[in-house]
């Protein structure tokens, strides 16, 4: 298991991963910064799960097919 602290915007690794999981911030102050998470998630794994409010479901499920 690795657990990484940084700003997820200047998030540079040089390795892959089997499946990421996380709990980003929910975008109520920041509107997107959960998208920047997930989509950072998707750089390094082809298996990314991650807590949202209910509210944003659609969202994810439509980002996650056109993204495959």
Sequence with gaps: IDLVQTDVQSLQLHSEFDTIVMNPPFGTRNTGVDTAFV????EYASTVYSLHKTSTREHFVRLAE???
Excluded at 39 to 42: N, P, S
Aim: glycine share 28%.
């Design 39 to 42: 989509l950072k998630g998707m």
């Design 66 to 68: 056109e993204r495959g």
